[in-house]
């Protein structure tokens, strides 16, 4: 099915641990996204890559890493865990053409 | 300042009233508006899109953006218990190209 896909669903962690959440799009979207939703905050932008090869910071990029791997895969680090990261993840592309940006279902972290 | 803001929830209204939700952005030099609906535990999902100053209507949704205000509205007419989401403004970046900035949402309630 095409669509933005994003793994895992759910992932538990201790402080301190590292973990990489995985996105992939088949729709050859030149932009992806990565956003932490908390309650009454909405979406916060972590970091972006505007086209393949480029990343940039979005508005709470700290404690973040990301790797634009090729076009279709954008990736999100966290290199050492915080209850502060406890958010659900979502994932996103977005067509240059269409504007249009597809989400993935969301990807629920729980630090300890 | 926050780069998207929206007016604070949550909005209660009466089944078959208008709803009115807004949102404002710092970036002048942004060009493209979306507002997008979330349902409890899903993905947001796109409603409209408007590019240019004026009323886009599509159904019973209805986008007005004032770009010298740095003003976009979403009036939902003839509510529906079905409406009952969060709505999520979104602002495609001017000043820094491809990053898309959520407003912090607004949770409609349409009682019947």
């Known amino acids: 099915n095409a669509g933005v896909t994003q793994t895992p669903k759910f992932q538990v962690l201790k402080t301190g641990q590292s973990m990489t959440l995985q996105c992939a799009q088949d729709?050859?979207?030149?932009?992806m996204y990565w956003y932490r939703q908390d309650p009454g905050m909405g979406l916060r932008l972590i970091y972006y890559s505007a086209s393949e090869g480029t990343t940039d910071k979005g508005e709470v990029p700290n404690g973040y890493n990301v790797s634009r791997l090729n076009k279709r895969e954008f990736s999100l680090r966290l290199e050492s865990a915080a209850p502060s990261q406890t958010s659900v993840y979502f994932c996103?592309?977005?067509?240059?053409?269409?504007?249009?940006?597809?989400f993935g279902a969301g990807s629920r972290l729980t630090v300890l | 300042q926050k780069e998207v803001e929206q007016n604070s929830g949550p909005l209660s209204v009466p089944e078959g009233a208008i709803a009115s939700l807004n949102c404002t952005y710092s970036d002048r030099g942004s060009q493209s508006f979306f507002w997008y609906r979330q349902y409890s535990g899903k993905s947001p999902e796109l409603i409209m899109s408007?590019?240019?100053?004026g009323d886009k209507e599509d159904g019973r949704f209805t986008a007005q953006l004032n770009k010298a205000s740095q003003y976009v509205s979403l009036l939902i007419r003839d509510s529906q218990p079905s409406d009952s989401a969060t709505y999520l403004c979104a602002v495609l970046g001017g000043t820094s190209y491809g990053k898309l900035t959520f407003g912090q949402g607004t949770i409609l309630t349409v009682h019947p």
């Open positions: 408007i590019y240019s100053n």
């Open positions: 996103a592309s977005r067509d240059s053409g269409a504007n249009v940006l597809t």
């Open positions: 729709m050859n979207h030149n932009s």
